[in-house]
């Protein structure tokens, strides 16, 4: 049976990302980024997929931990006759001079695994097997003369070194055996083709000069966090791992480095999120910037130029991170994926829906991002500031009156979403303010963005009350409870002291929450299997219960919400009611944004009404 979701947890060096379960297997990785064919892929097919193992003698039991400050995951293994560590990191260095725009790591494309005996003796080995091209390509390795393993399968290749001492090769898996006494050490390098530029290690301490390295990379990076309140461990962990899911050669952001991965068991909600979508990566942009990260920010406004030279006028929902589209769904049927729940996809769907709340989410990150540079952008985005707010308030307002297929993304007819109504709001109020700060924009056009905001926002009051259920719906005329009508209230759209606010968070409480957790809605959407609960949504409700003014409240359901993540503090899509047990993609960009705002928006909320 495959290894519970939360048994993961990824290294990475913001080219791809490699899932590592507790027992030290490396049982995911897409090479050589994080939308490449995967070439371990245990994680979603037990037989067919590939994987790095690591096998002890007689282990008696396991730690884990990630070194402070760092995406460095150590691995204590405690067996019958010694103690040993496993230090797993892609490399990643910082280089003499960070440039204005671009990395500001040097990534070599390896993943080093560093074992060290720290007590008695252990004894065991590394097996290493890719199955290319998501197990569609089989390959067989060749042993090189310097005693490395080659892997060729077209375009993907690996390279397989033991430092020191060589590997075997055992048919389609490549071996290396260790014997280490106290003191002693090895380490497995697994190169994804070497461009020339960097050179791979060649003995144990080389490999350990790298892990220095990264481990000053990822320290110096953590330092620049400003926020230092009550729930730093969290936040500081949750936005490492936001900058994993980074593509630095292009700025752009993805929502999780899986796929395929269930949100219901059974079911078939299995989707591929090694994309950038619009929403998720604005809203972590606006996580980067309140924590001080203003240069992860400026990066993603620089995929934005890459991936939309309109300017807005034809802004899309999600991009491929190279700032083209998505690759087109199919599904992969060799494989049965993770415990058996198919089927397994690749590409987005979802990429040709309209989702017109996205002009709101962008423009909510924007105006973030300027105030925290005081209006004073790099002069590539400043150069098309006044055409970028206009193209994207006129795109507002003509969307304004249209259906769409709202936030969930579901497989039915569109709908006039509450929602989205509350996010074209969102759009043209913060257009309209911006607009004055920046200048070189009519003011005419202003005030009719700022009409067409106040008109929306009477209708969407109107429309979106439903008096029989006494709740603010998920579309207009509709019965559905939605959680996604809290989220309006964290950016102004809906005041969060209004009776019918009030009456919809009590009916939400009813029909959608169980317990600290809540369900997105209980609806037909298109799909099969019942979905677990969006932990997003139960973070949502954190930050309107502070906004209420139930600032106890809220925190105790926040700090229950934050041990309710893996023993690493990390989070997937969903978690199942019943078990608890995480659901969806892992680790989920957009559950670690919500958990950053609402850490900061509840102390902030706690320390104004102290004062």
Excluded at 119 to 126: A, D, K, N
Excluded at 199 to 227: F, G, K, N
Excluded at 396 to 418: C, L, N, S, Y
Excluded at 435 to 446: C, P, W, Y
């Amino acid at each position: 049976m495959s290894r519970p979701i939360a048994d993961y947890a990824p290294i990475g060096d913001t080219h791809s990302n490699a899932l590592i379960a507790r027992d030290g297997s490396i049982d995911w990785l897409c090479w050589p980024r994080h939308d490449s064919p995967a070439l371990f892929l245990r994680l979603l097919d037990e037989e067919k997929g590939g994987a790095c193992t690591v096998a002890f003698e007689r282990v008696i039991g396991t730690a884990r931990r990630y070194l402070p400050g760092t995406n460095i995951l150590e691995t204590v293994f405690t067996t019958a006759t010694g103690r040993a560590v496993l230090t797993d990191f892609m490399p990643l260095s910082r280089p003499e001079e960070i440039p204005p725009e671009g990395p500001d790591g040097i990534a070599e494309g390896r993943v080093i695994r560093v074992l060290r005996c720290e007590e008695g003796r252990v004894s065991g080995r590394f097996l290493v097997r890719p199955t290319f091209d998501y197990a569609r390509r089989p390959c067989a390795p060749a042993m090189e003369a310097d005693g490395t393993a080659l892997y060729e399968a077209g375009e993907q290749c690996m390279r397989v070194a033991a430092l020191p001492g060589g590997v075997s090769v055992e048919g389609e898996a490549v071996s290396a055996g260790f014997a280490l006494g106290r003191g002693e050490g090895m380490a497995l390098v697994l190169s994804g083709g070497e461009d020339g530029r960097t050179v791979p290690p060649a003995s144990l301490e080389e490999a350990e000069e790298r892990l220095a390295a990264t481990r000053h990379y990822w320290e110096r990076w953590s330092a620049c966090c400003t926020y230092q309140g009550g729930y730093r461990d969290a936040v500081l962990r949750s936005v490492l791992l936001l900058k994993l899911l980074t593509y630095s050669p292009t700025g752009a952001i993805i929502a999780a480095p899986t796929l395929g991965l269930p949100e219901a068991v059974p079911g078939n909600r299995n989707f591929d999120y090694r994309y950038a979508w619009l929403r998720d990566a604005s809203f972590t942009v606006t996580s980067f910037v309140m924590l001080g990260y203003v240069r992860e920010a400026a990066e993603y406004l620089r995929f934005l130029r890459l991936a939309d030279p309109s300017h807005g006028k034809n802004l899309k929902l999600m991009y491929a991170i190279d700032g083209g589209a998505p690759e087109e769904e199919a599904v992969l049927e060799h494989l049965s994926g993770w415990r058996g729940v198919a089927p397994v996809r690749i590409g987005n769907g979802a990429a040709d829906q309209d989702q017109h709340d996205i002009y709101g989410e962008h423009l909510l990150a924007l105006e973030t991002f300027l105030e925290a540079v005081d209006y004073d952008p790099p002069q590539k985005t400043n150069d098309h500031l006044p055409e970028g707010l206009t193209n994207l308030a006129t795109r507002a307002m003509e969307v304004r009156h249209a259906e769409d297929h709202g936030i969930w993304e579901p497989r039915t007819p569109k709908r006039q979403m509450f929602h989205t109504k509350a996010l074209i709001w969102v759009a043209l109020d913060r257009a309209a303010r911006m607009a004055r700060r920046v200048g070189r924009i009519e003011e005419g056009l202003i005030r009719a963005w700022e009409r067409a905001a106040e008109e929306v926002r009477a209708e969407y009051h109107e429309l979106g009350w439903n008096p029989a259920r006494g709740a603010f719906t998920q579309s207009y005329g509709s019965d559905l409870l939605d959680a996604a009508v809290l989220r309006p209230v964290l950016f102004g759209a809906i005041d969060p002291h209004d009776p019918r606010l009030a009456s919809t968070y009590d009916a939400i409480t009813r029909e959608l929450e169980v317990g600290d957790l809540v369900y997105r809605y209980r609806a037909p959407d298109g799909m099969e299997g019942e979905e677990a609960t969006f932990t997003a949504c139960a973070f949502w409700r954190v930050g309107c219960l502070a906004l209420a003014g139930r600032t106890e409240e809220a925190r105790l359901i926040f700090e229950r919400l934050l041990a309710r993540g893996n023993d690493l503090g990390l989070f997937a899509e969903e978690i199942d009611a019943a078990t608890g047990e995480q659901r969806g993609n892992f680790p989920q960009g957009f559950t670690h944004m919500a958990l950053i705002n609402h850490a900061l928006r509840l102390e902030r909320e706690q320390r104004r009404r102290a004062a």
